[in-house]
């Protein structure tokens, strides 16, 4: 069976830090595209950052230099590290995993999806 399962949201205050993590069971994750993706209430589900198969990074304009995308293929996980966070980050984080992307973020190209966690940025 395959699955995504997202861990490691929370409440955090401006500024904090968070470390998001997808597991995959039922494939490897180190021959796909991952993406992680956030819906705000009221909002689109938006591309958050993407790593291909062969380690190429995508990162939208809103969360570079803040977050990093990383893929452990010893535990058949990704990670999103998010620093410097700001209200507007808050959203419910997914992830997801697809064979072969183009665009890499782009959401309609994603098969495979977790359940989401929820990321609250507030004082």
């Known amino acids: 069976q395959v699955q995504l399962v997202e861990s490691g949201g929370g409440l955090v205050q401006p500024g904090g830090s968070l470390r998001l993590s997808c597991a995959a069971s039922?494939?490897?994750?180190?021959?796909?595209?991952i993406g992680w993706f956030r819906q705000a209430p009221g909002k689109e589900r938006e591309g958050v950052t993407c790593i291909s198969s062969t380690g190429y990074i995508d990162y939208a304009d809103s969360v570079k230099g803040r977050f990093t995308i990383t893929r452990d293929a010893a535990k058949n996980t990704v990670y999103l590290q998010m620093n410097s966070l700001k209200r507007e980050d808050t959203a419910v984080y997914y992830c997801?995993?697809?064979?072969?992307?183009?665009?890499?973020?782009?959401?309609?190209?994603?098969?495979?999806w977790g359940q989401g966690t929820q990321v609250t940025v507030s004082s």
């Open positions: 997801a995993a697809e064979e072969n992307v183009n665009p890499l973020c782009d959401r309609r190209e994603y098969e495979y």
């Open positions: 039922g494939f490897t994750l180190d021959y796909l595209a």
